[in-house]
Nanobody, 123 residues
Framework: QVQLVESGGGLVQAGGSLRLSCAASGRSFSIYTIGWFRQAPGKERDLVAALSWSGASAYYADSVKGRFSISRDNAKNSVYLQMNILKSEDTAVYYC????????????????WGQGTQVTVSP
């Protein structure tokens, strides 16, 4: 089992940056692939970025490539999502999630979820 807590969300102007953190507690955090998802009102929960346990395999949605960067520090049981050049369409609740799969691109493949953190980008 692993428990996840997101932080770092907030209100930012378009073009600005935010860094989200996902702190994990529980056993063997380092074996989990971590994904960052987002969900806007009335829309599905979509994968934004994911990073394998070793950091060797990463995925980014096309909409965030070149702007977002996912990283992890297994010693600190933490995963980060650096978000740059934010756009109004990035506004959503952001969730981190964990899975023991090597890499997973859909929500149903993730076993553990945080409570989410709101990101609002003003025009």
């Amino acid at each position: 089992q692993v428990q996840l807590v997101e932080s770092g969300g907030g209100l930012v102007q378009a073009g600005g940056s935010l860094r989200l953190s996902c702190a994990a507690s529980g056993r063997s955090f380092s074996i989990y692939t971590i994904g960052w998802f987002r969900q806007a009102p009335g829309k599905e929960r979509d994968l934004v970025a994911a990073l394998s346990w070793s950091g060797a395999s990463a995925y980014y949605a096309d909409s965030v490539k070149g702007r977002f960067s996912i990283s992890r520090d297994n010693a600190k049981n933490s995963v980060y999502l650096q978000m740059n050049i934010l756009k109004s369409e990035d506004t959503a609740v952001y969730y981190c999630a964990a899975t023991v799969r090597l890499m997973a691109l859909t929500a149903f493949q993730y076993d553990y979820w945080g409570q989410g953190t709101q990101v609002t980008v003003s025009p």
